[in-house]
């Protein structure tokens, strides 16, 4: 801790994390840290696909698993890095409209991937609570990615821009 850090008051929003997931790119910020870039974005989300994003809508379930898995090559290494976060916040995004302004726990988030995985195998009744659209797709599986390997119970979806 240098000199500035032991002489501000602790707020609580040094530990807060905002994850911004970007069209090409996102960002982690961690309270008044330099911001991460984080070569991942809806769309920009497995490198080789056309425009480097899902092809088939919903996405095929190869796509998600190719997605899942260069997702964690991105993710997993921030775990030994990452300083604990009191929250996680995500900026406004394609999930702003399906969810809102909200506090989801981290299972409320793995049963909507689950809907996107059953929506990929062809389940027609997996698509009523989740609309179809490759951004959402991408977000959410990131989102997943991310609060799964990293350690968070819950996300808070902000409605503002950061």
């Not at 920009?44 to 899942?68: D, N, W, Y």
């Not at 989740?130 to 409605?159: C, K, Q, S, Y």
Request: glycine share 8%; net charge negative; hydrophobic share 45%.
């Amino acid at each position: 801790m240098d000199q500035s850090q032991a002489g501000q008051k602790d707020t609580g929003e040094e530990s807060l994390c905002l994850l911004t997931i970007g069209e090409q790119e996102s960002w982690l910020v961690q309270g008044q840290q330099t911001p991460l870039r984080l070569v991942m974005g809806y769309r920009a989300l497995v490198p080789g696909q056309t425009l480097g994003q899902f092809r088939r809508e919903p996405p095929s379930p190869l796509e998600l698993e190719q997605a899942i898995a260069w997702v964690e090559d991105i993710v997993m290494p921030l775990a030994a890095d990452l300083a604990p976060c009191s929250a996680l916040q995500l900026a406004p995004g394609p999930l702003s409209p399906v969810f809102g302004q909200v506090r989801l726990p981290l299972a409320r988030i793995e049963q909507s991937f689950a809907q996107l995985a059953a929506m990929a195998e062809g389940d027609p009744l997996a698509a009523r609570d989740l609309p179809a659209g490759r951004d959402v797709a991408a977000t959410l599986l990131i989102l997943r990615e991310f609060m799964h390997h990293l350690g968070f119970i819950e996300v808070n979806l902000r409605a503002d821009q950061p």
